[in-house]
């Protein structure tokens, strides 16, 4: 049977009320061991029979035509099988939760280093070889590489607003700041490169691919190939990393599939890292300007956002810029305006926290300049502006501590003892500055299906096509099932990854934990009604611990309760009303200390706090670790990560680790995460709300915030490199 | 990554016999490995010389040291005598990559790296380092970590060692075993050479030729030794600028220096001038300028690196500052 919810009404807090005490705990990940030491098989390291493999083959021009592939120049290398371009062959991954196939063919060239063949080799060595030496040719065709020149720009209805008289606002205003802030491309760039093997069986395929959203994939896949989704099976029980890079089905899961049927034995295709790169998705880059007034008390009278930022021609995906700043702050006359400008760059999508990655680091730098521009105190200045009720759809809001993390953050991280006036602390060559931000992140439930079977040895099995990228899926279910059904977490298994199993939600968005999490729930409604049946109480008066149920003066262990069998039933949980009627968010506080150099420029941070609110946690410790590495993502898009693309044609430039710089540990210091205890009846059953993307909303502009308040250089071209700080310092 | 021939060496002479054109050595293979599995490099043969004796770290009769080739980043970092007598080295070296490739690394191979040049590892960029006469993609591309110093109109790449800035502060020399056997000493100064319209030869070692060993002279008494790294992270990341200083005061003025630059040229970047305008004056502010003046006099940047001018000028000040005691002025 099936437990259904729609979450058209706010939710009573069972969790509350159940008796393990399990749930919230931070445990250790169960399949943790096995990744440490080996055991966890990723997609490409599954070795089977006969496998052959694969490797893509890069457009080396910006756009044009491949007018004909040289086969024959390498159709004689040592072990090269074939060589295979396809009009099935997709130009970039599908965007997150398309469900169908993105832009297909492998003619047409839009980007610098798409993928227009795949050459396949007994080995993989042979195969990368063959395809560095294939021939191509092509006509070339102008490009536009630039978002700034671009000759195509769309204004997309729906990021556009207008709202009261922004203009008037600001020029009758006492303080206002106009400033424009510019983020750069960054990439997801997963320890994990992108990786698929392909194995048919007659008409039905096999994919084990490293991959997020599978009840989508498994679709994406099928529609691209034209066949059934009922053929199609998709395999992605870990995943090292994805950051948003593997929401959509990509190009060489259908190369491998394609490959794998056309020589009738399975295909490996596993992406260079210098192909996730140029291959997957990338973060837009954006110009902002952002528009604030305020009155005489700081309350904001006017607030605007407008962006540029860039796609592909045909993606309907564009950055979310503003996501956040609609809800967030009040302020009656608002502007919202977006352009997307179409170049001839790697696509644009989804990397972690879209829109408030990237659109908070210009909205809060903002505000600290605002908070200096009116004398008052940043945090001050944000808790005088939180909105009663959503400032443009005049909808309440559910549970949000802001103010709350804010106070606890200022007390925790020593935030009293800041200088407001900037450069007032020196250690030696090193200037010390504190900064801190708001963190906000849009909260979104999707459907999910999750099934839930209790045996009688006392041990449970939840299963669903969700996936654990990282992030803590199987950890948080086992615990969430171990709860609802009174057993020690170590009795409950989860099994994910799977496309034969219930379709969850997949895992982006933030949504992954609440969603499927919910669903697991219903199914555990649904048993504990059958438990209470058998043991002759109602389900309210069921108590489950340590595989003893009690209820109604009755006490049994489950296994008499389950001397039919097993207990199976699954749990469907379907977005409803309440996402409409209240704006939801996790929320929470950044706070930073840097240390600027004063002869170079160098900023090192030296700590950080974040406070976050997100509802129930459900599991604090993999919740902490969310949390530090969306603030560590935070330290990178401050100071250092940024994809460089060649002004003439656009390529990517700096396409491995060692010139794409992410934070490495001597660039993290201790970073301190604390939670509030919060219900969101609001968002789900289990009152929870997404915490996978709150970390890293806010966090680097809290970086740059004490950048200026450590050396007085204002850095609103992101990230803040030491030639821009050090243009701003005095001379020597 | 281009199929090849590997051959085991197991004395330097079957080495440099076997190493003919189109053949390379592997030791720790770092760097090596990277542009091979990118086809940048496409060695025809391989000759490993991992099994030579070539890893002892010696006093040599003069009161220097002889480094073995293969000693690694690592070993040679912690060494006590390398601490105590030469410690530029020693902190240019942990100032370098990671714990991880500092175990593989070694001195002769860190030498020899090649430079981080997006276009270099690229194949299908224009790269004259190289694919001789295909041109330059970095000049008039992305070019952040480019030379301001010694480029050419065929090449604006640098040399991406930190090692080597310090042994060229440390006037080291580098012992070669030619194909026919025979040994040679060569001055660091002479063993990189500026790209000039030949950039494919990054140094002045023939075909065959095998680096044994590092001598350092004897060490000079009563320095101030320091190596400065300015970087766009923590770690892990190679040098915008480098200074590699080594400074006697004599009385209140400065005795003698050597100064070495990194992330400036296409080799570790020395200017006999630069120390000639401090040796013998009393340091001050003004006098430090001279010198930045000095070493920037055709000092040209490329538009991305345009701000490694200035960088330099303050982490060489900075660096003087420290090396002589000298507070900033007021």
């Given at each position: 049977m099936t437990t259904y919810l729609k979450m058209d009404a706010p939710q009573p807090r069972h969790l509350d009320e159940t008796?393990?005490?399990?749930?919230?705990?931070?445990q250790d990940r169960p399949e943790g061991p096995l990744k440490v030491s080996g055991r966890a098989v990723y997609a490409a390291e599954h070795e089977l029979d006969n496998m052959a493999d694969g490797f893509l083959v890069r457009a080396t021009i910006s756009k044009g035509r491949v007018v004909r592939i040289d086969e024959a120049s390498v159709k004689a290398m040592p072990g090269v099988l074939a060589v295979i371009s396809d009009e099935r062959f997709l130009r970039n991954p599908a965007q997150g939760g398309a469900g169908a196939a993105p832009v297909q063919g492998a003619a047409e060239v839009a980007y610098f280093g798409q993928p227009i063949a795949v050459v396949v080799a007994e080995t993989f060595e042979q195969a990368r070889h063959a395809a560095r030496s294939l021939k191509v040719e092509y006509a070339v065709e102008e490009a536009d590489v630039d978002p700034e020149t671009a000759s195509k720009v769309d204004t997309p209805d729906r990021r556009q607003l207008d709202q009261g008289d922004i203009a008037a606002a600001m020029g009758d205003a006492p303080h206002a700041v106009d400033v424009t802030y510019t983020t750069p491309v960054q990439s997801s760039a997963p320890m994990e490169p992108h990786a698929s093997i392909a194995e048919w069986d007659g008409d039905r395929l096999i994919l084990r691919g490293s991959y997020q959203m599978l009840k989508f994939n498994r679709a994406e896949l099928a529609d691209s190939l034209g066949i059934s989704a009922q053929n199609v099976r998709i395999l992605s029980p870990y995943v090292g990393g994805g950051f948003g890079s593997k929401l959509g089905i990509a190009p060489e899961a259908v190369a491998a599939s394609i490959a794998a049927q056309e020589l009738g034995r399975p295909v490996r295709v596993v992406m260079a890292r210098q192909q996730v790169f140029e291959g997957t998705m990338r973060r837009s880059e954006t110009r902002q300007r952002i528009r604030l007034a305020a009155d005489?008390?700081?309350?904001?009278t006017a607030l605007g956002q407008e962006d540029r930022v860039s796609n592909l021609v045909g993606e309907s995906f564009s950055e979310p810029t503003a996501q956040a700043t609609h809800f967030l702050y009040g302020g009656e006359n608002r502007r919202f305006k977006q352009e997307v400008a179409r170049v001839n760059r790697t696509c644009a999508g989804s990397v972690r926290a879209p829109g408030e990655a990237v659109g908070m680091l210009a909205l809060e730098c903002a505000m600290d300049e605002l908070a200096e521009a009116a004398g008052l105190d940043p945090i001050e200045l944000r808790k005088r502006n939180i909105p009663d009720l959503h400032p443009e759809s005049g909808i309440q809001y559910s549970a949000r501590s802001l103010a709350a993390c804010l106070d606890e953050g200022a007390r925790r991280f020593g935030w009293s003892e800041r200088s407001p006036e900037p450069g007032q602390r020196r250690e030696g060559e090193w200037l010390i500055g504190l900064g801190m931000a708001t963190a906000a992140r849009a909260n979104v439930l999707s459907e999910a299906q999750a099934r839930v079977t209790l045996h009688p040895d006392g041990t449970a099995l939840v299963e669903t096509d969700m996936t654990d990228i990282g992030t803590g899926t199987y950890a948080v279910l086992r615990q969430l099932v171990a709860e609802m059904l009174g057993l020690p977490s170590e009795k409950v298994e989860a099994r994910l990854g799977d496309t034969d199993l219930p379709p969850g939600p997949g895992s982006g968005g933030s949504w992954g934990a609440s969603s499927s999490g919910s669903a697991a729930f219903l199914a555990c409604r649904g048993i504990r009604q059958m438990l209470a049946t058998k043991l002759g109480c109602t389900a309210d008066e069921l108590r489950l611990q340590d595989g003893t149920a009690t209820g109604g003066n009755l006490r049994a262990p489950l296994a008499d309760l389950l001397t039919d069998g097993p207990m199976v039933e699954e749990g469907h949980l379907v977005p409803g009303t309440t996402a409409k009627e209240f704006s939801q968010a996790s929320y929470g506080a950044h706070f930073a200390e840097v240390a600027v150099n004063a002869t170079t420029g160098e900023t090192r941070v030296r700590r950080m706090l974040g406070v976050f609110a997100a509802g129930r946690i459900l599991n604090e410790k993999t919740a902490r670790s969310q949390c530090q590495g969306g603030m560590v993502w935070g330290i990178g898009a401050a100071l250092t990560e940024e994809i460089a693309h060649d002004p003439r044609d656009g390529h990517i430039v700096n396409r491995d680790l060692a010139e794409y710089h992410v934070p490495v540990n001597l660039d993290v210091p201790q970073i301190e995460v604390a939670f509030l205890d919060e219900r969101d009846d609001a968002a789900c059953p289990i009152q929870s709300k997404g915490i996978g993307e709150l970390g890293i909303s806010g966090a680097g502009a809290a970086v740059v915030n004490a950048i200026y308040n450590a050396c007085g250089v204002r850095v609103r071209e992101y990230p803040a490199t030491l030639d821009k700080v050090l243009a701003g310092l005095p001379a020597l | 990554m281009r199929p090849f021939d590997y051959i085991r060496a197991d004395a330097p002479a079957t080495a440099t016999k076997e190493a003919g054109a189109g053949a390379r050595y592997i030791a720790g293979g770092t760097n090596l490995l990277d542009l091979m599995k990118l086809e940048v490099m496409t060695p025809e043969r391989l000759v490993d010389i991992t099994r030579l004796d070539l890893r002892d770290v010696e006093r040599t009769p003069e009161g220097g040291l002889k480094i073995g080739a293969l000693v690694t980043n690592s070993d040679l970092a912690a060494h006590p005598d390398v601490r105590r007598d030469y410690p530029v080295l020693s902190r240019a070296l942990l100032s370098g990559a990671t714990g991880q490739l500092r175990n593989k690394a070694t001195a002769g191979g860190n030498l020899l790296q090649r430079t981080r040049c997006y276009y270099f590892y690229d194949p299908a960029q224009p790269c004259n380092k190289r694919d001789p006469g295909s041109g330059c993609g970095a000049i008039g591309g992305f070019n952040r970590i480019h030379a301001i110093l010694g480029a050419s109109e065929h090449c604006i790449a640098t040399h991406p060692s930190d090692m080597a800035v310090a042994m060229r502060a440390l006037d080291a020399e580098i012992e070669v075993e030619g194909a026919d056997g025979a040994g040679r000493r060569i001055p660091i100064a002479d063993l990189h050479r500026l790209p000039s319209d030949t950039p494919q030869d990054e140094t002045t070692l023939a075909p065959g030729d095998l680096i044994t060993a590092v001598i350092l002279p004897p060490p000079a008494k009563n320095t101030f030794q320091a190596y400065r790294k300015v970087r766009d992270r923590a770690s892990y990341a190679f040098a915008l600028v480098s200074v590699a200083c080594v400074l006697r005061m004599d009385g209140d003025r400065i005795g003698g220096v050597a100064l070495a630059f990194g992330g400036l040229a296409h080799k570790p970047w020395r200017d006999p001038e630069v120390e000639a305008t401090l040796t013998g004056e009393s340091p001050s502010d003004d006098l430090f300028d001279k010198a930045a003046d000095t070493l920037l006099r055709e000092a040209q940047g490329q538009g991305g690196n345009d701000f490694k001018i200035p960088l330099a000028r303050r982490t060489l000040k900075a660096v003087l500052r420290e090396a002589t005691q000298t507070e900033a002025a007021a």
């Amino acid at each position: 049977m099936t437990t259904y919810l729609k979450m058209d009404a706010p939710q009573p807090r069972h969790l509350d009320e159940t008796a393990q005490g399990v749930l919230g705990a931070p445990q250790d990940r169960p399949e943790g061991p096995l990744k440490v030491s080996g055991r966890a098989v990723y997609a490409a390291e599954h070795e089977l029979d006969n496998m052959a493999d694969g490797f893509l083959v890069r457009a080396t021009i910006s756009k044009g035509r491949v007018v004909r592939i040289d086969e024959a120049s390498v159709k004689a290398m040592p072990g090269v099988l074939a060589v295979i371009s396809d009009e099935r062959f997709l130009r970039n991954p599908a965007q997150g939760g398309a469900g169908a196939a993105p832009v297909q063919g492998a003619a047409e060239v839009a980007y610098f280093g798409q993928p227009i063949a795949v050459v396949v080799a007994e080995t993989f060595e042979q195969a990368r070889h063959a395809a560095r030496s294939l021939k191509v040719e092509y006509a070339v065709e102008e490009a536009d590489v630039d978002p700034e020149t671009a000759s195509k720009v769309d204004t997309p209805d729906r990021r556009q607003l207008d709202q009261g008289d922004i203009a008037a606002a600001m020029g009758d205003a006492p303080h206002a700041v106009d400033v424009t802030y510019t983020t750069p491309v960054q990439s997801s760039a997963p320890m994990e490169p992108h990786a698929s093997i392909a194995e048919w069986d007659g008409d039905r395929l096999i994919l084990r691919g490293s991959y997020q959203m599978l009840k989508f994939n498994r679709a994406e896949l099928a529609d691209s190939l034209g066949i059934s989704a009922q053929n199609v099976r998709i395999l992605s029980p870990y995943v090292g990393g994805g950051f948003g890079s593997k929401l959509g089905i990509a190009p060489e899961a259908v190369a491998a599939s394609i490959a794998a049927q056309e020589l009738g034995r399975p295909v490996r295709v596993v992406m260079a890292r210098q192909q996730v790169f140029e291959g997957t998705m990338r973060r837009s880059e954006t110009r902002q300007r952002i528009r604030l007034a305020a009155d005489t008390e700081g309350r904001l009278t006017a607030l605007g956002q407008e962006d540029r930022v860039s796609n592909l021609v045909g993606e309907s995906f564009s950055e979310p810029t503003a996501q956040a700043t609609h809800f967030l702050y009040g302020g009656e006359n608002r502007r919202f305006k977006q352009e997307v400008a179409r170049v001839n760059r790697t696509c644009a999508g989804s990397v972690r926290a879209p829109g408030e990655a990237v659109g908070m680091l210009a909205l809060e730098c903002a505000m600290d300049e605002l908070a200096e521009a009116a004398g008052l105190d940043p945090i001050e200045l944000r808790k005088r502006n939180i909105p009663d009720l959503h400032p443009e759809s005049g909808i309440q809001y559910s549970a949000r501590s802001l103010a709350a993390c804010l106070d606890e953050g200022a007390r925790r991280f020593g935030w009293s003892e800041r200088s407001p006036e900037p450069g007032q602390r020196r250690e030696g060559e090193w200037l010390i500055g504190l900064g801190m931000a708001t963190a906000a992140r849009a909260n979104v439930l999707s459907e999910a299906q999750a099934r839930v079977t209790l045996h009688p040895d006392g041990t449970a099995l939840v299963e669903t096509d969700m996936t654990d990228i990282g992030t803590g899926t199987y950890a948080v279910l086992r615990q969430l099932v171990a709860e609802m059904l009174g057993l020690p977490s170590e009795k409950v298994e989860a099994r994910l990854g799977d496309t034969d199993l219930p379709p969850g939600p997949g895992s982006g968005g933030s949504w992954g934990a609440s969603s499927s999490g919910s669903a697991a729930f219903l199914a555990c409604r649904g048993i504990r009604q059958m438990l209470a049946t058998k043991l002759g109480c109602t389900a309210d008066e069921l108590r489950l611990q340590d595989g003893t149920a009690t209820g109604g003066n009755l006490r049994a262990p489950l296994a008499d309760l389950l001397t039919d069998g097993p207990m199976v039933e699954e749990g469907h949980l379907v977005p409803g009303t309440t996402a409409k009627e209240f704006s939801q968010a996790s929320y929470g506080a950044h706070f930073a200390e840097v240390a600027v150099n004063a002869t170079t420029g160098e900023t090192r941070v030296r700590r950080m706090l974040g406070v976050f609110a997100a509802g129930r946690i459900l599991n604090e410790k993999t919740a902490r670790s969310q949390c530090q590495g969306g603030m560590v993502w935070g330290i990178g898009a401050a100071l250092t990560e940024e994809i460089a693309h060649d002004p003439r044609d656009g390529h990517i430039v700096n396409r491995d680790l060692a010139e794409y710089h992410v934070p490495v540990n001597l660039d993290v210091p201790q970073i301190e995460v604390a939670f509030l205890d919060e219900r969101d009846d609001a968002a789900c059953p289990i009152q929870s709300k997404g915490i996978g993307e709150l970390g890293i909303s806010g966090a680097g502009a809290a970086v740059v915030n004490a950048i200026y308040n450590a050396c007085g250089v204002r850095v609103r071209e992101y990230p803040a490199t030491l030639d821009k700080v050090l243009a701003g310092l005095p001379a020597l | 990554m281009r199929p090849f021939d590997y051959i085991r060496a197991d004395a330097p002479a079957t080495a440099t016999k076997e190493a003919g054109a189109g053949a390379r050595y592997i030791a720790g293979g770092t760097n090596l490995l990277d542009l091979m599995k990118l086809e940048v490099m496409t060695p025809e043969r391989l000759v490993d010389i991992t099994r030579l004796d070539l890893r002892d770290v010696e006093r040599t009769p003069e009161g220097g040291l002889k480094i073995g080739a293969l000693v690694t980043n690592s070993d040679l970092a912690a060494h006590p005598d390398v601490r105590r007598d030469y410690p530029v080295l020693s902190r240019a070296l942990l100032s370098g990559a990671t714990g991880q490739l500092r175990n593989k690394a070694t001195a002769g191979g860190n030498l020899l790296q090649r430079t981080r040049c997006y276009y270099f590892y690229d194949p299908a960029q224009p790269c004259n380092k190289r694919d001789p006469g295909s041109g330059c993609g970095a000049i008039g591309g992305f070019n952040r970590i480019h030379a301001i110093l010694g480029a050419s109109e065929h090449c604006i790449a640098t040399h991406p060692s930190d090692m080597a800035v310090a042994m060229r502060a440390l006037d080291a020399e580098i012992e070669v075993e030619g194909a026919d056997g025979a040994g040679r000493r060569i001055p660091i100064a002479d063993l990189h050479r500026l790209p000039s319209d030949t950039p494919q030869d990054e140094t002045t070692l023939a075909p065959g030729d095998l680096i044994t060993a590092v001598i350092l002279p004897p060490p000079a008494k009563n320095t101030f030794q320091a190596y400065r790294k300015v970087r766009d992270r923590a770690s892990y990341a190679f040098a915008l600028v480098s200074v590699a200083c080594v400074l006697r005061m004599d009385g209140d003025r400065i005795g003698g220096v050597a100064l070495a630059f990194g992330g400036l040229a296409h080799k570790p970047w020395r200017d006999p001038e630069v120390e000639a305008t401090l040796t013998g004056e009393s340091p001050s502010d003004d006098l430090f300028d001279k010198a930045a003046d000095t070493l920037l006099r055709e000092a040209q940047g490329q538009g991305g690196n345009d701000f490694k001018i200035p960088l330099a000028r303050r982490t060489l000040k900075a660096v003087l500052r420290e090396a002589t005691q000298t507070e900033a002025a007021a």
